[in-house]
């Protein structure tokens, strides 16, 4: 029996085909052999990922016992957690085993053999190598002498390791959440102040805002779900106020997804042209709306003499659509899901090269067609990192 897995809602995918397997684990990770264990009792491989900025979180069940054999990883490191089952690791011709609960840590430049166990289930914590090592040198003030490795055998079951263990449960509940992020904002009066956004999961700890009834309510929600699910970050809110002069600086709703004509008809029988809105986790609609609207004012210009009826709307609505509201529309819903392998490769590229970042993502958002077809198909994605990193 295959174990109930973690992070469901990021689902990467799930086969019983042992090559795709391998192939899509390599994409995340490093290249590998992957040999089948027992010829009974095999399973699907089911791999759940979840990245967040330098690391990612996962979930992996082979379904069966198998022996994995990778390259050294060389720029990450990987901490893994077993959930069910255990795990023989050989590294640097060092043997151990690693039970339900326990942990071990992988170094970039380890050798690394490992047996899984039929029934074996594990959390893994892919770390970037730089910004660990970036992390380690302002947290000791002072520049490393060499690579940065651990133990192997990290203990995890030590009272002592009691807040890393919560610390990545922790990670793996809010991704189930839902997500906050705040910006930067020039208030009309207040002047510089931030501008918080949550994006709560139905039923789920950050839906709790249904009730409020003032941006003071806002506020104090949100102070209270950042101390408890983002402690290191309590003293940058702990004295945070609502601007107590502007009563339309807070919102609350719920978004469904709606489909509408393109076109709408007022009560007095007059017609008008709706507007696309998106979610605004990925910065679309003023974008969206500003070009729209110089669209739909050069082809009011064309049409002038004729009817602008129903037809014409349509048409106009269409046209717009396969020139820029197509490609904002898929690259904002990319974001609102678990994100799929091409755009999660270009994401970590992005974390780890400012450049990149720059030319090859951000650079893109007030014209998102340029994300395409990149952020969907993983070979041309790895095609944009290589050009990049060649030119670098």
């Known amino acids: 029996m295959q174990a109930t897995p973690l992070l469901g809602a ?49 979930w992996v069940d082979y379904g069966r016992d198998v022996q994995i054999d990778p390259v050294q990883f060389e720029n990450f490191y990987l901490l893994q957690i077993v959930r069910d089952g255990s795990a023989r690791i050989t590294s640097n011709a060092r043997q151990f085993e690693v039970r339900s609960g326990q942990a071990c840590l992988i170094n970039p430049c380890d050798d690394l053999s490992m047996e899984w166990s039929q029934h074996c289930s594990k959390l893994i914590v892919r770390i970037d190598r730089l910004a660990l090592e970036r992390f380690a040198e302002q947290w000791f003030d002072c520049y490393l002498p060499g690579r940065l490795d651990f133990e192997n055998e990290i203990g995890w079951d030590r009272p002592g390791m009691a807040a890393a263990r919560g610390l990545i449960e922790l990670i793996v509940q809010d991704f189930e959440n839902g997500e906050y992020f705040w910006v930067p904002f020039t ?54 106020e609502y601007v107590s002069d502007d009563d339309n600086a807070w919102l609350i709703g719920r978004f469904p997804p709606t489909v509408r004509e393109a076109f709408g008809r007022l009560p007095s029988g007059a ?34 003499g004729k009817p602008y009826d129903e037809e014409w709307m349509t048409e106009v609505n269409d046209d717009w659509w396969y020139v820029h509201g197509k490609w904002a529309y898929e690259f904002n819903n990319l974001l609102l899901e678990p994100l799929e392998p091409a755009a999660a490769m270009l994401l970590e590229e992005s974390a780890k090269n400012r450049l990149f970042a720059d030319q090859k993502f951000f650079s893109n958002f007030p014209r998102p067609h340029g994300f395409f077809p990149a952020i969907k198909d993983p070979a041309a994605a790895q095609q944009v990192i290589d050009q990049a990193r060649v030119r670098a």
């Open 10 to 58: 990021h689902n990467l995918f799930e086969t019983p085909d042992m090559d795709q397997a391998r192939q899509e684990v390599g994409r995340i990770f490093c290249s590998h052999k992957l040999l089948p264990g027992s010829a009974i009792g095999g399973g699907k491989v089911r791999f759940n990922h979840a990245p967040v900025r330098a690391l990612s979180v996962n």
């Open 187 to 240: 208030h009309k009066t207040a002047g510089a102040t931030w501008c918080l956004l949550w994006e709560a999961k139905a039923g789920k700890e950050f839906d709790k805002f249904g009730d409020c009834k003032s941006g003071a309510d806002i506020v104090k929600i949100s102070k209270d779900l950042i101390r408890e699910h983002a402690l290191w970050e309590w003293d940058k809110v702990k004295d945070m």
């Open 271 to 304: 017609l008008i042209m709706p507007a696309i809105a998106f979610d605004p986790i990925g910065g679309q609609g003023g974008n969206n709306a500003q070009r729209m609207a110089k669209f739909v004012a050069d082809r009011i210009t064309a049409n002038e």
